[in-house]
């Protein structure tokens, strides 16, 4: 009897110890597998949600590729192309870097430009003229060589607006304080996104820009319809998607860690990191 009891007893305890130890344990979800842009949708500018015009989005030795090789001229093609799940708590992690030169055609301030887009409107929302997603944008710039700073991870805001250092803006695009980066080299640029409460950009693991009270609002945006953009209102949530702007980019990582979940601690699938409850997600 009191060796089954020491059994029970000692179960319980490698059950606590095994439960304490993962409580803690991120679990990252790789929005990219290497191998197909399955579980993502494109949106082109003057092209239907799912088409994937020219191929602009493949996969090309295992990296996420943005190229332009069977376009004639961009014209305004601007592209987007979203994960298939949104999000509201979440650190979005990309790693890029761009290649080759812009596509003839494209603006010039395009030049080496791209970003991830965070809280973006549903692509089934967006009717084919539609330029960009109502959104917030982790803006990814690259040096041009000439001696000029020109920062990444900056903030973009088409059809919202933002609070930054504590007052209402409405600048569309603000710099980070990020070094720059010249050349094709790889850059790892990290968002924390806490609903409409605050963002945070990091690049290469340094906090280079914060805002808060992200909202509908603000323009930089065409084509859209009138009802996804009530102005004024929080924005909070939705999909995550990457750009296409005309200069071919490439991305290896596409990572994220959800901070939304259970937070009940008697829960198998407990986290102590979720900054935000889901108790219908909560597993016993």
């Not at 799912?50 to 014209?75: K, P």
């Not at 708590?89 to 991830?116: C, D, M, Q, T």
């Amino acid at each position: 009897m009191m060796k089954s009891m020491m059994l029970i007893v000692g179960t319980l305890l490698t059950t606590s110890a095994c439960f304490a130890q993962t409580a803690d344990e991120e679990e990252w979800l790789a929005l990219f597998n290497g191998q197909d842009l399955d579980d993502w949708i494109p949106k082109i500018r003057r092209h239907p949600v799912g088409e994937n015009f020219a191929n602009t989005f493949r996969v090309e030795d295992g990296l996420f590729t943005v190229s332009y090789d069977g376009y004639e001229s961009f014209d305004e093609q601007f592209g987007h192309i979203f994960y298939k799940d949104p999000f509201s708590h979440y650190r979005v992690l990309v790693e890029y870097r761009f290649i080759g030169e812009p596509k003839p055609g494209a603006p010039e301030w395009a030049h080496r430009n791209s970003g991830v887009m965070v809280h973006s409107q549903d692509p089934a929302t967006m009717p084919p003229d539609q330029d960009f997603p109502i959104s917030l944008e982790v803006q990814f710039l690259g040096g041009l060589s000439d001696g000029k700073p020109r920062p990444t991870g900056n903030m973009c805001s088409p059809g919202t607006h933002i609070e930054y250092q504590g007052k209402f803006n409405d600048t569309h695009c603000i710099n980070s304080t990020s070094p720059t980066f010249d050349g094709d080299q790889w850059v790892v640029a990290e968002a924390l996104v806490l609903g409409s409460e605050k963002i945070v950009h990091f690049i290469n693991g340094e906090a280079v820009i914060e805002y808060e009270n992200t909202t509908f609002g603000g323009g930089v945006v065409s084509g859209h319809r009138p009802e996804m953009k009530p102005d004024g209102e929080p924005l909070g949530e939705g999909y995550i998607s990457l750009q296409s702007e005309g200069h071919a980019i490439q991305f290896r990582r596409v990572e994220l860690l959800n901070l939304k979940g259970c937070m009940d601690p008697e829960a198998s699938n407990y986290k102590d990191y979720f900054l935000a409850g889901d108790p219908d997600t909560c597993r016993y």
